[in-house]
């Protein structure tokens, strides 16, 4: 239950900066939804993938270039889902921040598993 709701939260931020960024784009909130899920996808299966592909560089940049695979997860995100577009890797990069920061803020309201 807790998953559905930390997806629909997400999808919520999802919608949120895409209003308030110009560079992203999401047609509704069903395509939000998709994003969601396609977004914690590539996270599980993909990022871990990158992650140690480029471990050598993001040693070198002191874990910075984990913001640039964030960025890529949400290029393939846009890639994927029809609904949801960011016209460059810059929009990426600022949305991936802004989510990460939109989640850290709406997963705390969440009580805790007891």
């Known amino acids: 239950m807790k998953l559905i709701i930390k997806l629909l939260l997400t999808a919520v931020a999802v919608v949120v900066?895409?209003?308030i960024l110009p560079g992203v784009a999401v047609?509704?909130?069903g395509s939000a939804i998709i994003v969601a899920i396609v977004i914690a996808l590539l996270r599980l299966l993909v990022k871990p993938?990158?992650?140690i592909l480029t471990?050598?560089?993001?040693?070198?940049t002191f874990?910075?270039?984990l913001l640039i695979i964030n960025a890529i997860i949400i290029l393939l995100?846009?890639?994927f889902v029809g609904g949801f577009t960011v016209t460059?890797?810059?929009w990426a990069l600022?949305?991936?921040l802004l989510l990460s920061l939109f989640q850290s803020i709406l997963f705390s309201l969440l009580p805790e598993d007891k």
């Not at 471990?55 to 070198?60: F, H, Q």
């Open 17 to 19: 900066l895409a209003k």
């Open 27 to 29: 047609e509704g909130y």
């Open 49 to 51: 993938i990158l992650v």
């Open 55 to 60: 471990l050598p560089i993001t040693i070198v």
């Open 63 to 65: 874990g910075l270039f």
């Open 77 to 79: 995100a846009g890639y």
């Open 88 to 90: 460059t890797i810059w």
């Open 94 to 96: 600022i949305f991936s």
